[in-house]
């Protein structure tokens, strides 16, 4: 009993960070409710997305009734059941596809989902493996561009070590002892690398810019000046082109009223 720590202190002890559904750092993860927009679609969190993409070029029809399930744990459960040749020879339900968690409005369209699959064979594309690391990538780097408060607590994990932690996944997650290839902790740190060079750019240039402005003599500013009032009237071409097309319909139409009052004159 003296080693029964809860999972915030086994995280700390353990020095890396680890996180599952209700474990750790919630953001983290594809169950976390972080709208984003990708593929030309809205998705609640990313298992809604990498779910639907599984189907959505040969069973678009099942694809949709994923994207309209509206939990996430519901979405995943009915994303990996298939008929097909890559699923298996007969639908297996799990506990969670016949009692759908939490929500009434998703009974009826889970049921509705698992009998459209049996039907119908629904089964995975054929390049699914080849394509769906990408797929997770893309979803993940969508979700937290959406976000930039989710990349500050991302890159507030410094150098930590990120774990997907559960024994029911040894691709995506650590197998729950460690052996797992943890795919998803690989992805979501290479994302903390990238947001962390991008940070250092920004501010790299935001001190060459302070730079510049220090030093510059009073001649620099003039010209910068003149080309920020050149670049406003570059911008603002059409308004000025339009405003000298109506001074010269006002000017044509002045004259010639001056002239048909000088010709008519006695």
Request: aromatic fraction near 10%; include cysteine; glycine fraction near 6%.
């Amino acid at each position: 009993d003296e080693f029964n720590f809860s999972s915030q202190q086994q995280i700390q002890l353990m020095g890396d960070i680890l996180f599952y559904k209700d474990l750790g750092p919630n953001y983290l993860t594809n169950f976390a409710y972080t709208p984003f927009k990708l593929w030309g679609k809205w998705w609640p969190t990313v298992e809604h997305a990498y779910q639907w993409r599984k189907y959505n070029e040969f069973f678009p029809d099942y694809a949709e009734l994923i994207y309209c399930i509206r939990h996430p744990t519901n979405v995943f459960s009915v994303g990996v059941q298939r008929t097909g040749a890559n699923g298996g020879a007969k639908l297996c339900l799990r506990d969670d596809v016949q009692r759908p968690k939490a929500l009434p409005e998703d009974v009826q369209k889970v049921a509705h989902a698992v009998k459209w699959g049996v039907t119908n064979g629904v089964d995975l594309r054929d390049d699914w493996h080849e394509i769906r690391e990408q797929v997770m990538e893309e979803a993940l780097e969508a979700k937290f561009r959406a976000h930039p408060a989710l990349q500050q607590l991302l890159l507030a994990t410094g150098d930590l070590k990120i774990r997907e932690h559960t024994d029911r996944d040894d691709f995506w997650a650590d197998a729950g002892d460690g052996s797992g290839t943890n795919k998803l902790g690989k992805m979501l740190m290479a994302l903390r690398a990238t947001f962390r060079k991008e940070k250092l750019q920004r501010e790299a240039a935001k001190a060459d810019k302070s730079d510049i402005g220090e030093k510059k003599p009073e001649s620099l500013k003039r010209k910068q000046t003149e080309a920020t009032w050149k670049g406003l009237a570059v911008a603002n071409t059409f308004e000025f082109r339009y405003d000298a097309a109506v001074h010269k319909v006002a000017t044509d139409l002045s004259r010639g009223r001056k002239n048909k009052r000088q010709n008519t004159a006695p």
